[in-house]
Antibody
Framework: EVHLVESGGGLVQPGQSLRLSCTTS????????VNWVRQAPGKGLEWVGF??????????EYAASVKGRFTISRDDSKSIAYVQMNSLKTEDTAVYYC??????????WGQGTLVTVSS | DIQMTQSPSSLSASVGDRVTITCRTS??????LNWYHQKPGKAPKLLIY???SLQSGVPSRFSGSGSGTDFTLTISSLQPEDFATYYC?????????FGGGTKVEIK
């Protein structure tokens, strides 16, 4: 059974950093791209970025709102994806989900981890 | 960026009703359109991918149609477990974008 579990969320002050992890199981992690999607409290879904699998170069793309501050990476040997979030802003407060990207759709999601950026 | 316009933003319906939600994109995306629903406090769940393909395990009362810029999600007979917020999402180009959501509530 496919599982994705996010961890690493918490309360941080503006300007600080945080790294989220997405630990996966139940599928061949290296065959898939992984996306991060976030949801601010009471708001809709916002795509953060993704990392392609190694077959497609393992390259990354980001939303404009996080580009230059967030970095997505992956460790295929551990079946884990990460998002390093630097220079956090209050508007980055959200539940962060990792999702498996199956061709062009998000077919499995983690349960999410809450990041709160506040002084 | 491709803009996604979902309508209505909310609706009230009764169990057994036929419900239709529409999604319009700001440019042609062929069939790179997916639908999800989300219940409070839970992660979104994939319902329809590639505009009209039913995700495995999703009840057949859900269907999707459309191509180009106009898409529709239909629930043929609303069930109690279908009360949720529904989102469309395009995968034609980055940044990947979502519609604003349609909240389906009990009448």
């Amino acid at each position: 059974e496919v599982h994705l579990v996010e961890s690493g969320g918490g309360l941080v002050q503006p300007g600080q950093s945080l790294r989220l992890s997405c630990t996966t199981s139940g599928f061949t992690f290296g065959d898939y791209a992984v996306n991060w999607v976030r949801q601010a409290p009471g708001k809709g879904l916002e795509w953060v970025g993704f990392i392609r699998n190694k077959r497609y170069g393992g390259t990354t793309e980001y939303a404009a709102s996080v580009k230059g501050r967030f970095t997505i990476s992956r460790d295929d040997s551990k079946s884990i994806a990460y998002v390093q979030m630097n220079s956090l802003k209050t508007e980055d407060t959200a539940v962060y989900y990792c999702t498996r990207y199956n061709i062009t759709w998000f077919d499995y999601w983690g349960q999410g981890t809450l990041v709160t950026v506040s002084s | 960026d491709i803009q996604m316009t979902q309508s209505p933003s909310s609706l009230s319906a009764s169990v057994g009703d036929r419900v239709t939600i529409t999604c319009r994109t700001s440019q042609i995306i062929n069939n790179y359109l997916n639908w999800y629903h989300q219940k409070p406090g839970k992660a979104p769940k994939l319902l329809i991918y590639a505009a009209s393909s039913l995700q495995s395990g999703v009840p057949s009362r859900f269907s999707g149609s459309g191509s180009g810029t106009d898409f529709t999600l239909t629930i043929s007979s609303l069930q109690p477990e279908d009360f949720a917020t529904y989102y469309c999402q395009q995968s034609y180009s980055t940044p990947l974008t979502f519609g604003g959501g349609t909240k389906v509530e009990i009448k």
